[in-house]
């Protein structure tokens, strides 16, 4: 993807984080150009640095992945400090739209560098009551694709969420590579993730392993085929769950996956499936 930033007028901004991002920095703008839509993530100097260095190390990451896998990426593209100011007058724009009270920032106070991404649909959009089986299974095959490409090209996405498996032009792409690492330099990264989908091996401070986005890619499957998000307070309630309570039971209408979910979610790592080759060969036997 390319865009010409310097040559774009009358962009339709418009500025989607939450409160909570917006605290730590991170700047999310949603924008069209000629009816195409793309999104527009930023992030403020001296605003909680490890989100100033997460973005950084993203950015990294979708340039090695796009040699390794290309197809696994959304089309994007990376801006520098020079193509900042022409956005900015338009994100700013959109920012005051919603708050009159609010001072834009200037060029100087962002990092020098962000990304676009196009936009793309949800690939678990749809619930599986309105699905036949077959599709159900291309659509977790489609998942199982994706993150096999992740771990072929050799690295963890480290913290895979239902809203990061995306469609664009017939593929199955990921998003947000803050986390994502080598598998070999993991126990270099922190060890954190969405307790949601955290693996009940992270509560207790080991790194993150294909294993651990296997687990993830479960509690996905798991939430969006009974269509229940699990709602929890804490840190400490989600371990407690992951490690002692969930067992990823499926009604009858999908307990032709529950050997599968079972295979995925061992609380034992060392029991879990060790790859997406062996989820394979485990799904083709059940259907």
Known sequence: MKLNLEQLE?????????????DFGRRIYQFEIQHQRYWLKL?????????????????????????LQP?????????????????????????????????????????????????????????????NRETIIHILICSLDAVSCMHQAGFIHGDLKVEHFRTHSNRTCLIDFEQTCLIENA?????????????????HGQPKTVQSDIYALAIIWFEWLTQQK????????????????????LVDKYGFLNN??????EKNKVNRCA?????????????
């Open 43 to 67: 992030h403020l100097k001296d605003h909680y640095q490890d989100g100033e260095q997460s973005l950084r190390h993203e950015l990294n990451i979708y340039q090695v992945l796009n040699q």
């Open 187 to 203: 126990h270099l990264m922190k060890n954190t993730a969405t307790p949601r989908y955290m693996a009940p091996e992270l509560f």
């Open 71 to 131: 197809n696994l990426l959304l089309p994007f593209q990376n801006i520098s400090h020079a193509d900042l100011g022409h956005l900015l007058c338009h994100a700013h724009n959109a920012d005051l739209q919603q708050n009159q009270n609010k001072v834009p920032y200037t060029e100087s106070q962002y990092i020098e560098q962000g990304i676009i991404l196009a936009d793309s649909a949800a690939l678990f959009s749809l619930s599986p009551e309105q699905l």
């Open 275 to 287: 790859n997406i080759y062996q989820i394979k060969q485990i799904l083709s036997r059940n259907v």
């Open 10 to 22: 009358n962009l339709k901004f418009h500025d989607v984080q939450n409160v909570r991002r917006q």
């Open 230 to 249: 699990i709602r929890l307070k804490s840190y400490l309630d989600w371990a407690k769950w992951h490690c002692q309570t969930f067992n990823g039971d």
């Open 260 to 265: 599968i979910l079972s295979a995925m979610l």
